[in-house]
T-cell receptor
């Protein structure tokens, strides 16, 4: 089965612009989580969506938002970009099983550079 | 607060055994994960522990002590391809509803395997 697909893989923006990143989870997975990864901060949780509803949210400003569609695809948006938003944005999908480990499968990421 | 500690870097020799430690302080506990991340790639799942003890999976084993807030990942018969970052993550049971509770991540341990 296909893995988690993230687009675009690389993008360059300037300060003040906005960006939208897309994630298609593994077929049958209804949970999508978004993370920001930087060398100094590691993986920071942004938010998690399940069945089109935001179920968990990390400690990021309101400039970071997301949504999930009925086919489980998810998008995240960052408005008014700042230099510090330069990072690798990872999407992870999960089955949301009610027993055992709910293993996350990550996409390859979208590397955002803000100039 | 919530915190996960791992060594930043480790070096080992091909064919040897290496143990990567992880200590955590979280408001709740609902499982601990180890992920491997090669440079420029997505993290991939290695192991999951929710009960105390050792879980063995081929060359990799993971141990958990909930009373000590401690886990380790043991890599045997090291190969060059094991050079990667190893991420420890704890699922915090204190998050919002749903089984897919928020994961708290360590910064990762960068392992270099030398010939």
């Amino acid at each position: 089965k296909a893995g988690v697909t993230q687009t675009p893989r690389y993008l360059i923006k300037t300060r003040g612009q906005q960006v939208t990143l897309s994630c298609s989870p593994i077929s049958g997975h209804r949970s999508v989580s978004w993370y920001q990864q930087t060398p100094g901060q590691g993986l920071q949780f942004l938010f998690e969506y399940f069945s089109e509803t935001q179920r968990n949210k990390g400690n990021f400003p309101g400039r970071f938002s997301g949504r999930q569609f009925s086919n489980s695809r998810s998008e995240m948006n960052v408005s008014t970009l700042e230099l510090g938003d330069s990072a690798l944005y990872l999407c992870a999908s999960g089955k949301d099983s009610h027993s055992g480990a709910n293993v996350l499968t990550f996409g390859a990421g979208s590397r955002l550079t803000v100039l | 607060g919530q915190n996960i500690d791992q060594p930043t870097e480790m070096t080992a020799t091909e064919g040897a055994i290496v143990q990567i430690n992880c200590t955590y302080q979280t408001s709740g506990f609902n499982g601990l994960f180890w992920y491997q991340q090669h440079a420029g790639e997505a993290p991939t799942f290695l192991s999951y522990n929710v009960l105390d003890g050792l879980e063995e999976k081929g060359r990799f084993s993971s141990f958990l002590s909930r009373s000590k807030g401690y886990s380790y990942l043991l890599l045997k018969e090291l190969q060059m391809k094991d050079s990667a970052s190893y991420l420890c993550a704890v699922r915090d049971a204190a998050s919002n509803a749903g089984n897919n509770r928020k994961l708290i991540w360590g910064l990762g341990t960068s392992l270099a395997v030398n010939p």
